[in-house]
């Protein structure tokens, strides 16, 4: 899916009905920033709110995962392709689920052995001390990119209000988190919670 285009065509209507972001949040009962993250292209509108905002614009859900009006005569392939995008994106996130769950086992095999080597192989103390500074680069570079993957794959369901949401990155390392679910704090609601990972919408 095409955010940032999605993002320019909900403003656009938005904007064509004189509507400002505070209203039309207001109007489907969320917050004035997610209204300014989808129009940023920042994220799409979870499913349950996609009916009514289309309403509140007078679109279609075709239109609006088109980012564009779709006339009569090419619906039907819009429909298709729009399809065809959110099972493409549900396979993409379940592969950098995947990558980001081998990225992390790898590097703490990878950083085991590198400890294990500096500690019971007999070798001069500046070896030593250049495999444990490796092994530490190797641990941070792998968990950034474990941490740049699992962000990027999926969503956060905020258990409060159930809007799924992807956090910066900043957020996501910074949150408290068990296996299935991080702290994070709703962009819709505002609440915190144990957010649950989910790969699909």
Not at 1 to 17: E, N, P, Y
Request: with cysteine.
């Amino acid at each position: 899916m095409d955010t940032v285009k999605i993002g320019r065509f909900i403003a656009d209507c938005r904007k064509s009905l004189g509507f400002t972001q505070i209203q039309l949040a207001d109007a489907l009962c969320i917050s004035d920033k997610t209204v300014s993250k989808w129009e940023c292209g920042k994220g799409l509108p979870e499913v349950s709110l996609m009916l009514p905002l289309c309403e509140k614009l007078k679109i279609s859900v075709n239109d609006l995962l088109s980012g564009e009006r779709v006339t009569g005569s090419d619906y039907q392939k819009k429909a298709e392709e729009n399809m065809m995008n959110l099972m493409k994106e549900n396979e993409e996130n379940k592969k950098r689920f995947w990558m980001s769950v081998v990225c992390g086992v790898i590097t703490i095999i990878a950083v085991g052995a590198l400890i294990v080597i500096a500690s019971f192989i007999d070798m001069a103390t500046i070896y030593r001390i250049l495999i444990i500074l490796f092994a530490a680069i190797t641990a941070a570079l792998g968990i950034g990119t474990t941490c740049v993957l699992d962000v990027k794959a999926g969503y956060f369901e905020c258990p409060h209000c159930k809007e799924l949401f992807i956090p910066t990155t900043s957020e996501y390392v910074k949150g408290y988190h068990t296996f299935t679910k991080r702290k994070l704090t709703c962009p819709k609601c505002g609440k915190s919670g144990m957010c649950k990972k989910r790969i699909t919408r």
